[in-house]
Structure formats: C-alpha cells, structure tokens
T-cell receptor
Framework: GAVVSQHPSWVICKSGTSVKIECRSL??????MFWYRQFPKQSLMLMAT?????????EQGVEKDKFLINHASLTLSTLTVTSAHPEDSSFYIC????????????FGSGTRLTVV | AQSVTQPDIHITVSEGASLELRCNYS??????LFWYVQSPGQGLQLLLKYFSGDTLVQGIKGFEAEFKRSQSSFNLRKPSVHWSDAAEYFCAVGANQAGTALIFGKGTTLSVSS
C-alpha cells in the first residue's frame, strides 16, 4: 500500500533557529500534499496544501513566511519552521494523496517539534 | 460551511461492552468519510473509509461504520471493545477532488475500563 515517510519523528531546537521536516511518498507520486498541525489533545488543523511545482496554499491564520512549504518533486514536500519560538512547539503531520480522495489520504507518522 | 462534529469528547466503556462513536458532517459535495485512530504520540491509522456503495463499511480491528445520508452521520461501532482500543478517534470528511484536504472532527477519547 501507499506509504508516506515523515522525518524526523521528533526534534528539539532552540528559539530563533529553523527546522525542516520532510515528507516523502515512497511508492506513489503525490500530486498533492497537506500539512497539519496538532496541539496536545486537540484535532488536526490544516495548515497548507501544496501541489508539486506550485506555491502552497495556506489556510487563514497560518503565517506563510514562518511555515515555508516546498513541494519540488512528486515524492517530496518539506515544511520549514523559520525562527522557531516555543509557541511553535506542536505535532506536525503530513498527508499525501495521488489523484484525489478516492485513492485515499496517506499520512506520515508525524513530527514532534519542541522549541526551547 | 464544511465541518465535522464529534459530539462526545470523552467516552468510557467497559471491556467487552459495545461501542458507538458519533460523527456528523456538513459538506457541500458528495462526502467521502473516514475514521482514524491515534494512540498518544503516534500518527494516524485508518480504520475504515466510505466512498460509495454499501452504507455499512467494515474496517480493521473489528470496527464498522454506517453512512446515513438522511442524518448526515457516519457513526463508528464495535460490538466488543478491548483494552487496546483505548485511543483518540477522529472522523474526517473529504471529496474526490484533487487538492482537497480532509477536514477532521475534534476527536473522541476512548477509555476502556476493566
């Protein structure tokens, strides 16, 4: 079945530094990837949608200059949290889909980001 | 507006008892419905999904869900709960359109008592 690899699974960084999270589709071409953020004991909130070769579409309230998303190939999307602050600490999950929902949404295993 | 409502924030059931987790949705297009389970600190595991056809869908781990269009519901059921089922459960809705993200409910925490 479709597999999405997300790396790293956890990361600790200092305030003011940047962190890059990778999301790779291992056995299919992900035309669209989604990035979600999940606060403790809360639901997944969509941050942005990225299509290969295009600029990401950000949800209202998400700072695109802070959360840089790149989807340069059909198998890789990256989320870079720039100038991280403690309030950016969260669980980030990516999801990839091939040609729409009927083929399913495959989720990565998530990245736990802690900013100290 | 598109939304998913899971009315129950927290449910506790006894091991061996039956379970029903409620999910209601509001979606403009034909909905594609999903149930996911998440253990603490882990990613999401797909339990089952409904696209079309038989409205009673069987999933993994003995779960099933029934799509009721008239009630805009997609409730998750299990006849006999095991202690290992304790986790967070999310209902989600999407569309068969490229570039459409899933919308998640707020989740229901399931605790299993012995």
């Amino acid at each position: 079945g479709a597999v999405v690899s997300q790396h790293p699974s956890w990361v600790i960084c200092k305030s003011g530094t940047s962190v890059k999270i990778e999301c790779r589709s291992l056995d299919f071409q992900a035309t669209t990837m989604f990035w979600y953020r999940q606060f403790p004991k809360q639901s997944l909130m969509l941050m942005a949608t990225s299509n290969e070769g295009s600029k990401a579409t950000y949800e209202q309230g998400v700072e695109k200059d802070k959360f840089l998303i790149n989807h340069a190939s059909l198998t890789l999307s990256t989320l870079t949290v720039t100038s991280a602050h403690p309030e950016d600490s969260s669980f980030y999950i990516c999801s990839a889909t091939q040609t729409g929902g009927i083929h399913g949404y495959t989720f990565g295993s998530g990245t736990r980001l802690t900013v100290v | 507006a598109q939304s998913v409502t899971q009315p129950d924030i927290h449910i506790t059931v006894s091991e061996g008892a039956s379970l029903e987790l409620r999910c209601n949705y509001s979606y403009g297009a034909t909905p594609y419905l999903f149930w996911y389970v998440q253990s603490p600190g882990q990613g999401l595991q797909l339990l089952l999904k409904y696209f079309s056809g038989d409205t009673l869908v069987q999933g993994i781990k003995g779960f099933e869900a029934e799509f009721k269009r008239s009630q805009s519901s997609f409730n998750l059921r299990k006849p006999s709960v095991h202690w290992s089922d304790a986790a967070e459960y999310f209902c989600a809705v999407g569309a068969n359109q490229a570039g459409t993200a899933l919308i998640f409910g707020k989740g229901t925490t399931l605790s299993v008592s012995s």
